[in-house]
């Protein structure tokens, strides 16, 4: 769960997300995404109805809904923030039942409603208008396209985070173009937000090879070979030391690699070969330069004084 307080805003845009699972739960019906909305249509035996995962203490809950036409008979319509598990308690909701529709509004002792009767207008009949509840500590405010058709006073719901709820009866489209919750106190989210970026987990200032770099099998190193001239003079040879015919690196190279390139332990010295006391084997090869696994040296190869 993730959990942000202190007058915070969120929005939900189907065009975005759709009918998210992770959003939203169906209850029962056929609520689906058509033209970027979210449809909210009976099943064959119940209504369409969903709770938002998502919920929130006071605020402003403002929505965009299309009901497609005046309240008739048989019609029963709900949005608002409301939970089953509470029952008529704690809530507040627009509310058409038949040709009445209602502000409704319950505290969380009672589950007898402080309720008024809206009368329709035709402005708000099959046109996307904008339904907003604004829950305060002392009351509830109802407002249909930023006019204020109700006020609450009585049936206040508690300081409890309340989930959306919208429900309907009919097939036909109610369709929600958008949902956002304005100046909560807190907000919840019950399905972590996801993230895309990620950090490596052990960061370090050296140079690393990528584990997917290519080793040529053709490359060779020549007799004449010279030491580059940012070796260091950490590490050196015996004067008598030569590297033999047989001596291998190793072809693997590892996510971790430093830049410092290494023999593998295998490499034997032969005693014939001599290398002046002066000349030193601390030379370091860069990250990117990558050895054959069949890469060998000559057994005469001697490297000068003044390499």
Do not use: C
């Not at 039942?97 to 009767?117: H, I, K, L, M, V």
């Not at 489209?173 to 052990?202: G, K």
Request: glycine share 2%; no cysteine; aromatic share 10%.
């Amino acid at each position: 769960m993730q959990n942000y307080s202190n007058n915070k805003f969120y929005l939900y845009d189907p065009s975005i997300s759709g009918y998210d699972p992770d959003s939203f739960k169906t209850i029962s019906g056929n609520i689906t995404r058509v033209n970027n909305k979210i449809r909210v249509n009976s099943g064959v035996y119940s209504s369409g109805r969903a709770n938002s995962t998502f919920s929130f203490l006071f605020g402003e809950l403002v929505f965009k809904l299309k009901i497609p036409t005046a309240p008739t008979v048989g019609d029963e319509r709900y949005i608002g923030f409301y939970t089953r598990a509470l029952g008529n308690r704690n809530s507040a909701y627009f509310y058409i039942s038949g040709t009445n529709f209602y502000t409704r509004t319950y505290s969380a002792d009672s589950d007898t409603p402080e309720q008024n009767t809206i009368t329709w207008s035709s402005l708000w009949t099959n046109v996307a208008a904008e339904y907003k509840i604004a829950w305060k500590i002392s009351k509830v405010e109802f407002w249909i396209n930023d006019i204020r058709v109700s006020i609450h006073e009585t049936k206040i719901p508690k300081q409890r985070m309340m989930p959306v709820y919208f429900s309907n009866n009919r097939n036909d489209e109610f369709d929600i173009s958008w949902i956002e919750i304005r100046n909560t106190r807190q907000l919840l989210f019950a399905n972590p937000l996801n993230y895309s970026s990620s950090l490596s987990p052990s960061p370090s200032a050296s140079a690393s090879i990528s584990p997917s770099a290519s080793v040529s099998p053709s490359a060779s190193i020549s007799p004449s070979a010279s030491v580059s001239p940012s070796a260091s003079a950490s590490a050196s040879l015996s004067p008598s030391a030569s590297i033999s015919p047989s001596a291998s690196v190793s072809p693997s190279i590892s996510p971790s690699a430093s830049a410092s390139a290494s023999l593998s332990p295998s490499a034997s010295l032969s005693p014939s070969a001599s290398i002046s006391p002066s000349a030193s084997a601390s030379a370091s090869l860069s990250p990117s330069a990558s050895l054959s696994p069949s890469a060998s040296l000559s057994p005469s190869a001697s490297v000068s004084p003044s390499a």
